[in-house]
């Protein structure tokens, strides 16, 4: 029974990338802090269900500060497939829910892995009256000490109230870029010490931005025990070549905890 | 290995001196910030006074453009004033920003020159690329301002009020939002209004040329939809990713003008009519 269960989900996840394409969204709880839940061998990877929670804080130099927080879950389906909801609120008036998969195109002797995510996020400012729908697909490649993404995310706003006068009150914005570049010190899977990395990247770990807004940031972990770690995260968005990214220019730091839950397998 | 080093340093260095590309951007933040910049415009207002154009039919034309990025001459931008110059029922016309495409004082006296072109007014405000490198001085010296409003009096009596933003950073700030909540209370007063600013709020369509170019903060880009609707703005011009865009949101129009510089093989502008309506239509130059 729980084969043909996992079966459906590989199929229906299967279905969602072939036919979308589609995004990152939920990859990035994969990702969270280098984190490898997926069928690669170490302490981490060998449970069904894990459970990401963290806390951020947002700062612009041109905006208020923005505080929020997130929960996020995965599941390994099977050794090649796994499936993720998350959910995350903001200080901003803004919620947001998203879902998605990620499939394990190849995994070699050395644990490289390709990978291939695919993610839909909605968000919601209540006080706004506006929505957006945003999907992504991203193709990712993790070895020892690098973890590269390169995807991209459409995205669908709507201004329900609006519709009422005038226009549609919908903007579709496709096809921007994303990606990340993470270096890291030590094997994503050392048991009992920190780690650390470096990132360059354009979106975070629950929402794709804009395109063009990058930042800079040193992540790492420390795992506690056999399945619990703590993660942390402070980054700055610079200016941008020709100011082009000032919009965000400021900082921003996650301090959040993830745990395994489920037998071994 | 030596000629590796010596490559990626004669690369680095070509960059770094590199007058149009501000390589260092990419990693650390210079120059001004937005509310830096909002205070110092609003206090250049204050101290001024507000612009009025009078004595204007009851329906009248402005002529709008945008990213003229000024390297060799300003013939393209010198074209615009001067067809507004010469059309009857125009009045001022407008430059939304990018007057510069690399550092250095020469492109803001050629867009001043211009300016003064025949009788009518130019307004101008300021771009991403006008604050990047050393061009925000020149800028200031020239313009002093890119947060402001002009009203309009017709001979009937009815006003209409144009307000400009400063968006070269890809975000209008904390204090001009509040600035601008506070002007757009007084909307009542007012037969039409007109919002420009540099950046578009939008990010729709292809255009590899300016693709890394970025816009408005979410949070930021869904109140200013909201406030644009709620206070029943007549139009919104914008300028940035160098083509001609139009959406209908709410009530609101808002409208992408085309890029003026040389590179551009098909430049146009804009061309509004305020009448009992707003209407607006491309040109050709």
Redesign the interface.
Known sequence: MMNIKKQIFAALLMIMVGIHGSTPLWGQVEEVQGSTSLPIEGVHGSTPIRVVGYGFYDY?????G?GGGALMADWRVSQTFSLGAGVEYAS?N?IAAKLGGMATLLTTSKGQRLTLENGYLW?H?PS???Q?FTSALQLGWRARHADLHLGLCNRY?A?LV?RT?????????????MFAIEGWWNNHTQPQQWNVGVRWSNYNDFVV?????WF?SAKGYYTLNDGTRLNAEVG?H????????????GWFMHLGAERKLGKKQ | MKAKTLILSAIALALCSCNR???K???????S???ERVEDWLAWDKEHGENIVAGVPERYRVYVCSDIHLEGDATRVATVVERENADPLARFSIVLGDIANESGERPFRLMDSVARLGGDTCFVILG??D??FDCEQYYRQYFHTSTYTVTVQTVGGAKDLFVFLDS???????RQLAWLREVLQHRSDYRHVVVGTHTCL?????NYGT??????????Y??L??LM?ESDVSLVVMGHFHHKEE??????PYVMTDNLNEEKDTPSYLVVTLGDDVDYKYEEL
């Open positions: 612009h130099y041109a905006t208020d923005v901003s803004r968000r400012y706004l009256d506006q957006e706003s201004a609006q006068e005038g226009g549609m009150g919908t903007v579709f914005e496709p096809m921007n870029v931005e804009r395109v063009a807004n800079f700055v610079p200016v941008g070549s020709l100011n082009l990214t000032a919009s965000y220019d | 590309l501000d390589v951007g990419m990693f650390w933040s210079s120059g910030h937005t509310e991403n690329h604050i990047y070269g950073n890809a975000t209008h700030g904390k939008f990010r729709t369509s292809y693709t890394p170019a970025a816009n408005l903060p979410e949070d930021e869904y109140e939809l909201r609707d959406h209908q949101i709410g009530g609101v």
